[in-house]
């Protein structure tokens, strides 16, 4: 009796969907393509995309029901996706600046499971597409472009589009800043007394570039230096965050004390000038190589009263011209004399003293 009642229901079960129409198997298991009349027809989403039936574009070309008549060819028709505007995350922005153009309400009737996903493209001109996205434009229902380098108001473009057909059009704005120049705080040496040909290493201080483009840093022994007029030191293509930023020179040889200049350049302006100065002690570069004292003969001059003369060879192995030379001999002390001396280059200097100043 028990096993005739199973053997029953399992009859009936079976019967009962094809008489009345009952599809129960795609309600178990959704996995094959609406792409048979009878799949068409019968009412259930058999495919998980979300769409029954003549609104699923698998059954386009079949015959098939849901919107349409019974016995009516389906004639798959596209529904355009929508949104109710586009929106950006800023209303102010640099020219490096990111900006995202964000889609209101989108949606797509089909859903998007058949091409990929919807797209969103927006455009500096009209007609955003994926030929004319000018700003951005990405496999995702936002995008991200960049600010302006050119300084006022700028208008995005936008559509979505499901690789079909596309959404109406709406607009947003955003004013360009334009470009920010570098700003620098000052710069330091390494070393502030030094001596022709050493290297000295200047450091930028307190840098930042609202851009944050790559920089570089200028630095020249003449005022105002630019990309192309920096003899000192250049240190090119730094990049944010920045830091240690510095270059390292060499003190030239036509140099006394001078001045290092430098600036910051962000492909497009410059920072304000920022310097530091050095200098170049005079006994470093000018020294009394030696010191003899003479009788008065033929070869040195006369000077009345005088029997001795203490002649002095001064050198200069640096750019200076003039130093003074004081002696004591013995007990006595020698009026100085200012020395006036070619650059690399050496003078004779003859000194007087009283004549008890010589033993």
């Not at 060819?73 to 929106?87: E, I, Q």
């Not at 927006?122 to 302006?148: H, L, M």
């Amino acid at each position: 009796m028990r096993r005739s009642f199973v053997f029953t229901f399992l009859v009936i079960l079976l019967i009962l969907p094809v008489l009345f129409g009952i599809d129960i198997i795609p309600m178990m298991m959704p996995s094959f393509p609406e792409a048979t009349d009878y799949l068409c027809s019968d009412g259930f989403e058999n495919d998980g995309d979300n769409a029954i039936d003549c609104l699923d574009p698998d059954c386009d070309g079949f015959t098939g029901t849901g919107q349409y008549p019974d016995g009516t060819r389906c004639t798959w028709d596209n529904n355009v996706p929508v949104m109710t505007g586009v929106d950006l995350n800023t209303a102010t922005a640099s020219k490096n600046q990111d900006i995202k153009a964000i889609p209101l309400n989108a949606f797509d009737v089909e859903g998007d499971a058949h091409f990929g996903g919807l797209r969103l493209y927006c455009s500096f001109t009209s007609n955003a597409s994926p030929d004319n996205n000018s700003f951005c434009g990405e496999a995702y229902t936002n995008c991200v472009g960049k600010g302006g380098l050119e300084e006022g108001q700028k208008t995005v473009h936008c559509r979505l589009f499901d690789s079909r057909d596309y959404s109406a059009e709406f607009t947003a704005s955003y004013y360009a800043t334009g470009n920010f120049r570098p700003t620098l705080s000052g710069i330091d040496l390494n070393a502030t007394t030094v001596q022709i040909g050493d290297q000295v290493t200047v450091t930028a201080n307190n840098v930042s570039d609202l851009d944050q483009e790559p920089l570089s840093l200028l630095c020249s022994n003449q005022p105002n230096p630019t990309i192309d007029s920096n003899n000192f030191c250049t240190s090119y293509d730094i990049t944010a965050p920045y830091s240690n930023i510095g270059c390292t020179g060499t003190i030239p040889e036509n140099q006394d004390n001078a001045t290092v200049y430098c600036k910051l350049f962000d492909q497009t302006d410059y920072s304000e000038q920022a310097t530091a100065f050095y200098q170049i002690p005079i006994e470093h570069d000018i020294y009394i190589e030696w010191i003899k004292p003479i009788q008065v003969v033929e070869d040195v001059p006369l000077v009345a009263g005088k029997a001795t003369v203490v002649r002095v060879k001064v050198v200069n192995d640096g750019p200076h011209i003039e130093t003074t030379v004081d002696l004591t001999v013995g007990n006595c002390p020698l009026n100085p004399q200012t020395v006036t001396i070619d650059a690399y280059s050496f003078k004779i200097v003859d000194f007087y003293p009283e004549n008890n100043c010589i033993q």
